[in-house]
């Protein structure tokens, strides 16, 4: 079993940064991909970026491409993402994700894909 901890929100105003991490408990990080997704008040859990097994391919959302960026270290066995010049709409619970292997182009923002979650943290951008 994989255990997932995310860490690095909080109350931010609009415009500024954060960076969220994600420890993992895997072995080997190349071995699995990562995926990061969040989740506003009332709204549907939606992908956000993942980076993939092996050769670290990375996938962005349309709403977050340029301003958020995803890396792992695979010494620390833990993956990051910088988000930067943030909205409100930014706003929610972030999670990060694991799946053992690669994954499909058409499905790194597919919840499915993935097999074990962490708890989540909470970002807040609000002026």
């Known amino acids: 079993q994989v255990q997932l901890v995310e860490s690095g929100g909080g109350l931010v105003q609009p415009g500024g940064s954060l960076r969220l991490s994600c420890a993992t408990s895997v072995f080997t990080l190349d071995y699995y991909t990562i995926g990061w997704f969040r989740q506003a008040p009332g709204k549907e859990r939606e992908g956000v970026s993942c980076?993939?097994?092996?050769?670290?391919?990375?996938y962005y959302a349309l709403s977050v491409k340029g301003r958020f960026t995803i890396s792992r270290d695979s010494s620390e066995r833990a993956v990051y993402l910088q988000v930067d010049s943030l909205k409100p709409e930014d706003s929610g619970v972030y999670y990060c994700a694991s799946r053992y292997g690669e994954i499909s182009t058409s499905g790194w923002d597919d919840e499915s894909e993935y097999d074990y979650w962490g708890q989540g943290t909470q970002v807040t951008v609000s002026s």
């Open positions: 980076i993939s097994n092996s050769d670290g391919r990375t």
